[in-house]
């Protein structure tokens, strides 16, 4: 890799999109003063009588949680999507709008309110990781569900109104605008080569090693070339696997095990409760078959410069495109030298 060019501002494309991204090394030396955030504590009670996702508790919908000792999941009370939703379609000129129907659901990954994933034990996180399998199974092969996106945003700053560890899986009757793009250009790879485009990619990168995190025998994390978000990771598994219903109960664990070694890794880097978007992207599950398809998972942290400087998408961002300040390299060997260990455990 053409090193000098790390130095400069200069463009880098993103393969699963087709998009570009702009990196502006030079910025990270310019005075922050900015606007800061809360840091976020990690210590919380087991349980939380006010809680709506704790085990027993009662929800604002009337309904009551079961006494679960396992992941949890039930229909959001305040779904995005109803699976009810008749057929309508309004085309008015260059107006055009269509229903759209779906099934949202909430899982809750612990009933310890007091956790987090890298606070978890890898065997209740291989837990989490099941019942994504179930949901995924589930959801994908009822009528009309044609995605299935299961999703994480953890911390307020990300928008997360419960503190309680949960998730979210929105599915829904057509396929997502970020899904098409990865589609096309999987496709387009997998016509050409007769390969995964992600299986040549982490070849690549572990030759390279310069953005590898973390690394088990079936699964890699690491900072995407491409990556928008100051410490964005993608964890990919190595065998080309279409979505996440094909591991096996090895393969479950080894993914269980590299989501909590990363997600520590993220706690530790400014010693607190880090914030994030997370999210399976996977095939579709509309009964065509997707070869080219590799399933990943990808972390969005806004967090640039400590526990209270967070990166914001405004500006040229809004209008333009995205662009990021520290590059990706950077980030990796910043997140590489960091302990395994929780801050919290020492």
Sequence with gaps: MNQEINNMPHRRYNILTGEWILVSPHRTKRPWQGKTEKSMGTERESYDPSCYLCPGNTRSSGEKNPDYKEPYTFINDF????PDTPKKEVKNGLLRAETEKGICKVVCFSPDHSLTLPLMEVEEITKVVQMWK????????????????????KGEIMGCSNPHPHGQI???????????????????????????????????ELEAKERVLLENEQFVALIP??????????????????????????????????????????????????????????????????????????????LLR??????????????AGPQRDITAEQAAATLRELPEIHYSKT
């Design 306 to 319: 400590s526990a209270t400087v967070k990166k914001f998408m405004v500006g040229y961002e809004m209008f």
């Design 134 to 153: 179930k949901e995924y199974r589930e959801l994908g092969s009822t009528e009309d569900i044609n995605y299935v996106q299961i999703f994480e945003n």
């Design 79 to 82: 779904a995005a999507l109803l």
């Design 225 to 302: 070339y491409w990556a928008v978000w100051p410490y964005e990771v993608m964890i990919v598994p190595k065998k080309h696997y279409q979505h996440i219903g094909q591991l096996n109960a090895e393969e479950e664990k080894a993914f269980a095990e590299i989501i909590k070694r990363q997600t520590i890794m993220y706690d530790n880097l400014f010693g607190t409760s880090f914030p994030y978007s997370s999210g399976i992207h996977q095939a579709p599950t509309d009964g065509k078959d997707y070869p080219e398809w590799h399933f990943h998972m990808s972390f969005y942290p806004p």
């Design 170 to 204: 929105w599915s829904q009757l057509s396929i997502p605008t970020e899904i098409q793009k990865k589609t096309k250009h999987f496709s387009e790879y997998w016509e050409q080569n007769q390969k995964s485009l992600l299986e040549d990619y982490l070849q690549q």
